[in-house]
């Protein structure tokens, strides 16, 4: 069974660009999960999707937005990009909810550096 | 904000049992307690969790206090392909929030 891909695995942008992230889960997971991984704050949660649903969100700006397409395949979006978002961004898919005592499967991240 | 706390780095030697401890005293009863770990240059990967009982698996056990307030993953015998960071994780479900803790990166000496 193929793992979780993201695409693209590098990125470079400019102050005040948007940038989208792409996320295919492991065939028959639901729920896709967006995290930012940073040296400072270390790996925080931004939103999860199930079923085309926003259904859990972190506290980040509104710059951040996600959705899930019906096949699963998950989007996240940042618009206005800062510096401060220079980040790895990891997807994470799982069978159900993630949490509800369901493991997480996570992808290799996109390394996105805004200049 | 439900928050864990584990000790920032700890070292073991190769083929001894490491104990990884991790504090989640505003833990509900409802909370899982799930531990992934972090190899270099790779996103996080599912080690165990529990809710209750102490869980055991191919790769680790876990052992919650009975309090549920603390936890610790044990790792039978330490190999140089456990060497990673290590995040105690729990799920919130008043907020429906995964917290990370901040990491134990675990040291193994050949």
């Known amino acids: 069974k193929a793992g979780v891909t993201q695409t693209p695995r590098y990125l470079i942008k400019t102050r005040g660009q948007q940038v989208t992230l792409s996320c295919s889960p492991i065939?028959?997971?639901?729920?896709v999960s967006w995290y930012q991984q940073t040296p400072g704050q270390g790996l925080q949660f931004l939103f999860e999707?199930?079923?085309?649903?926003?259904?859990n969100k972190g506290n980040f700006p509104g710059r951040f937005s996600g959705r899930q397409f019906s096949n699963s395949r998950s989007e996240m979006n940042v618009s206005t990009l800062e510096l401060g978002d220079s980040a790895l961004y990891l997807c994470?898919?799982?069978?159900?909810?993630?949490?509800?005592?369901?493991?997480?499967?996570f992808g290799p991240g996109t390394r996105l550096t805004v200049l | 904000d439900a928050k864990t706390t584990q000790p920032n780095s700890m070292e073991s030697n190769e083929e001894e049992p490491v104990h990884l401890p991790c504090n989640h005293s505003?833990?509900?009863?409802?909370?899982?307690i799930h531990w992934y770990r972090q190899l270099p240059s790779q996103g996080p990967e599912y080690v165990i969790h529990?809710?209750?009982s102490n869980v055991n698996n191919r790769m680790a056990s876990l052992a919650i206090a009975e309090d549920r307030k603390s936890s610790t993953l044990i790792l039978h015998r330490a190999t140089l392909r456990d060497a990673a960071v290590y995040y105690c994780?729990?799920?919130?479900?008043?907020?429906?929030?995964?917290?990370f803790g901040s990491g134990t990166q675990l040291t193994v000496l050949p």
């Open positions: 999707y199930f079923s085309e649903t926003q259904r």
């Open positions: 994470a898919s799982s069978p159900g909810l993630a949490g509800e005592g369901n493991e997480q499967f």
């Open positions: 505003t833990i509900s009863g409802t909370d899982y």
């Open positions: 065939s028959g997971h639901r729920s």
């Open positions: 994780i729990l799920r919130v479900r008043s907020t429906r929030q995964l917290t």
């Open positions: 529990g809710l209750t």
